[in-house]
């Protein structure tokens, strides 16, 4: 079984500043990890996600995450965060549990961006 | 098409009435999967669809729920007998057969139950 823990419901912080979001993620296999944003009235957009490799992953609109295996987090942050980052922000596990990829998502984070 | 289309994007319905909500994927993409969002909570799994495999259905609250995927395309979620705990936006989702592309999501359907 796998499971996703997104330890903050809110966060708010002024613009401009660094913000973190953190996400903490059980599963008895590799896994995949993914971020999504949501803003108000739409679907989920995919930020970024770890596959493999490099445990330092790029996504879109200044956000990176860092995947660490023995601390089993992946925290998501942003050096300087706009207004326009306000929004809904969960955090994603999925593997090949029995050959197919559901992915589990956290409850969400709401980043609420102050001027 | 180019993204996951869902429709309608808002449903009004009396309790106890019939609801079906309709999910077309990204072509090519053989998986399909409907979440349900209800106010403050994270995405609750309903249903996976992988290609011409049986449908994981683990997720479906009761069996007043069901769905079916067509041609290994477009798929209806139905919700019979509506009450009003089912109010929540239902959000379909497709990716390409093991998951390592993300997740599509499409803008969802917000069903409320008067």
């Known amino acids: 079984a796998q499971s996703v823990t997104q330890l903050d419901s809110q966060v708010p912080v002024f613009e401009e500043a660094p913000v973190e979001l953190r996400c903490n993620y059980s599963?008895?296999?590799?896994?995949?990890l993914f971020w999504y944003v949501q803003y108000p009235n739409q679907g989920l957009q995919l930020l970024l996600k770890?596959?493999?490799?490099?445990?330092l992953v790029k996504g879109i609109n200044g956000f990176e995450a860092e995947f660490n295996k023995s601390q089993t987090s992946f925290h998501l942050r942003k050096p300087s965060v706009h207004i326009s980052d306000t929004a809904e922000y969960f955090c994603a596990v999925s593997g090949p549990a029995g050959g197919s990829y559901i992915p589990t998502f956290g409850r969400g984070t709401s980043l609420i961006v102050h001027p | 098409g180019a993204g996951v289309s869902q429709s309608p994007s808002n449903k009004v319905t009396e309790k106890g009435k019939d609801v079906e909500l309709r999910c077309d994927p990204i072509s090519g993409h053989t998986a399909l999967y409907w979440y349900r969002q209800s106010l403050g909570q994270g995405l609750e799994f309903l249903i996976y669809f992988q290609g011409n495999s049986a449908p994981d259905k683990s997720g479906l609250p009761s069996d007043r729920f069901s769905a079916e995927r067509t041609g290994g395309s477009v798929s209806t979620l139905t919700i019979q007998r509506t009450q009003q705990e089912d109010s929540a936006v239902y959000l379909c989702a497709s990716t390409p057969p093991d998951g390592r592309y993300g997740y599509t999501f499409g803008s969802g359907t917000r069903l409320t139950v008067v």
């Open positions: 599963s008895s296999v590799s896994v995949y």
């Open positions: 770890y596959l493999s490799g490099s445990t």
